[in-house]
């Protein structure tokens, strides 16, 4: 089991551009989820996953879109990125709600 | 809605002695709590989740947690920091109904030699 995967390690962006960070999970959880990760703010949830073709916003959705067509993978997509989404971003996955969450090891973006 | 607030930011202990790291949630539900340990620059790891069983739970590396519904509370403790402790700590609610978990903001550990 490769447990949950994030492609890329590291990303540089020029503000406006657009990127996708891939997600992917081995062991068929039904939630998965996304967060950002700021110095001295926790992670904050951006948007998650309760199935496959069920997504909804989390506490910091703006400037970020999600799908998910099936239970493995769960993109997140930058629109036109902008300086203020320098961060790193975790993906995470879990069989049921309430049960612990398993995480990707991150990607660190920075928006120049 | 649920919420959850780590009462300190930074704790600073000897090395061998106790560690106390504070957290008070809110939750409409039954909740379950977690804490997860992340060292720098890497990934978060479970260290304990209580999930409506015992309410004194033990993790790994010798921490604990007691749940306490009357108080809200879900406090870590350890009763000897080792040098390897320090690293940064997160208290974590998910109500069941909810279907996704909400962070604190942390609570950074640092154990002097």
């Known amino acids: 089991n490769a447990g949950v995967t994030q492609t890329p390690k590291f990303q540089v962006l020029k503000t406006g551009q657009s990127m996708t960070l891939q997600c992917a999970q081995d062991m068929n959880h039904e939630y998965m989820s996304w967060y950002r990760q700021d110095p001295g703010m926790g992670l904050r949830l951006i948007h998650y996953?309760?199935?496959?073709?069920?997504?909804d916003q989390g506490e910091v959705p703006n400037g970020y879109n999600v799908s998910r067509s099936t239970t493995e993978d769960f993109p997140l997509r930058l629109l036109s990125a902008a300086p203020s989404q320098t961060s790193v971003y975790f993906c995470a996955s879990n069989r049921l709600a309430g049960y612990e969450q398993f995480f990707g090891p991150g990607t660190r973006l920075t928006v120049l | 809605a649920q919420s959850v607030t780590q009462l300190d930011s930074h704790v600073s202990v000897s090395e061998g002695t106790p560690v106390l790291l504070r957290c008070n949630y809110s939750s409409s539900y039954s909740p379950s709590l977690f804490w997860y340990v992340q060292h720098p620059n890497k990934g978060l790891q479970l260290l304990l989740k209580y999930t409506s069983a015992a309410t004194l739970v033990k993790g790994i590396n010798g921490f604990e947690a007691e749940f306490k519904k009357s108080e809200t509370s879900f406090h870590l403790t350890k009763p000897s920091a080792h040098m390897s402790d320090a690293a940064e700590y997160f208290c974590?609610?998910?109500?069941?109904?909810?279907?996704?978990?909400?962070f604190g903001d942390g609570t950074t550990l640092t154990v002097k030699p």
């Open positions: 996953s309760v199935g496959a073709g069920i997504t």
């Open positions: 974590v609610v998910s109500d069941p109904g909810a279907g996704k978990s909400t």
